[in-house]
C-alpha cells in the first residue's frame, strides 16, 4: 500500500508540474515587465548623440517615440537591446523612433557597446542625468513612449519583450 500510495503522489506532482510549465518554449520565452499606461506632457530634453550632435526631444514631435533610459553595466539592459534594435528597425518607417539614452556614462564606453552589438537605433548622451530626473526615474532599465502630441502614455520599469512591444506599442504607431 505505502508503494501504492509514494507511486500516485509522485503522479500527482508530476501531473501537476506538466500542467503548469509555460506554454511558450523555455528557449523563446522572454520575461518582460507590462507597461502602466499614464499620461503627462513629454518632458523638453536635449542631449548630444553620440557624434556629439545636439537633438531636442521636441524635434520627434508627429512621431511615436519610445525613450529607453539604460546603462552598459545594467544586465537587463544589455538583454533588452537587442529586442529593442529589432523593433525600431521593423518599425521606424511607420512614424516610430527609439531614443536609447545612456545614464551618466563616457561617449568611449557607450560607443564600445553600441558598435559590440552593432546597434541601429539613436543613442544619446546624458551625462549629468538630465533624462533620468526628468522622467523620474529610479532603476534601469525605464521605457517610455511618447504619442503624436507629445503625450507620455505608457511607461515601464524593467526590461520589455517584443511581445509587449506589439502588444502595447504597435497599437500607438498606428493611430
Same mark, same amino acid.
Given at each position: 500500500?505505502?508503494?501504492?500510495?509514494?507511486?500516485?503522489?509522485?503522479?500527482?506532482?508530476?501531473?501537476?508540474?506538466?500542467?503548469?510549465?509555460?506554454?511558450?518554449?523555455?528557449?523563446?520565452?522572454?520575461?518582460?515587465?507590462?507597461?502602466?499606461?499614464?499620461?503627462?506632457?513629454?518632458?523638453?530634453?536635449?542631449?548630444?548623440?553620440?557624434?556629439?550632435? +545636439?537633438?531636442?526631444?521636441? +524635434?520627434?514631435?508627429?512621431?511615436?517615440?519610445?525613450?529607453?533610459?539604460?546603462?552598459?553595466?545594467?544586465?537587463?539592459?544589455?538583454?533588452?537591446?537587442?529586442?529593442?534594435?529589432?523593433?525600431?528597425?521593423?518599425?521606424?518607417?511607420?512614424?516610430?523612433?527609439?531614443?536609447?539614452?545612456?545614464?551618466? +556614462?563616457?561617449?568611449?564606453?557607450?560607443?564600445?557597446?553600441?558598435?559590440?552589438?552593432?546597434?541601429?537605433?539613436?543613442?544619446?548622451?546624458?551625462?549629468?542625468?538630465?533624462?533620468?530626473?526628468?522622467?523620474?526615474?529610479?532603476?534601469?532599465?525605464?521605457?517610455?513612449?511618447?504619442?503624436?502630441?507629445?503625450?507620455?502614455?505608457?511607461?515601464?520599469?524593467?526590461?520589455?519583450?517584443?511581445?509587449?512591444?506589439?502588444?502595447?506599442?504597435?497599437?500607438?504607431?498606428? +493611430?
Amino acid at each position: 500500500m505505502i508503494f501504492i500510495g509514494a507511486g500516485l503522489i509522485l503522479l500527482g506532482v508530476v501531473s501537476l508540474l506538466l500542467l503548469n510549465r509555460p506554454s511558450t518554449p523555455a528557449a523563446t520565452f522572454e520575461p518582460s515587465t507590462v507597461p502602466a499606461r499614464v499620461e503627462f506632457a513629454a518632458p523638453s530634453l536635449t542631449l548630444k548623440d553620440l557624434q556629439q550632435v +545636439e537633438h531636442s526631444l521636441n +524635434e520627434y514631435r508627429g512621431q511615436v517615440v519610445l525613450i529607453n533610459l539604460w546603462a552598459t553595466w545594467c544586465p537587463p539592459c544589455k538583454a533588452e537591446m537587442p529586442t529593442l534594435d529589432a523593433y525600431y528597425q521593423a518599425h521606424r518607417k511607420n512614424g516610430f523612433t527609439l531614443i536609447a539614452i545612456n545614464a551618466g +556614462e563616457t561617449a568611449e564606453a557607450v560607443k564600445a557597446f553600441v558598435q559590440e552589438r552593432k546597434l541601429s537605433l539613436n543613442v544619446w548622451l546624458d551625462p549629468q542625468n538630465q533624462a533620468s530626473r526628468a522622467f523620474q526615474v529610479m532603476s534601469y532599465p525605464s521605457s517610455f513612449v511618447i504619442d503624436r502630441q507629445g503625450t507620455v502614455r505608457l511607461a515601464w520599469v524593467g526590461a520589455i519583450s517584443r511581445e509587449m512591444l506589439e502588444k502595447y506599442v504597435t497599437p500607438l504607431i498606428g +493611430e
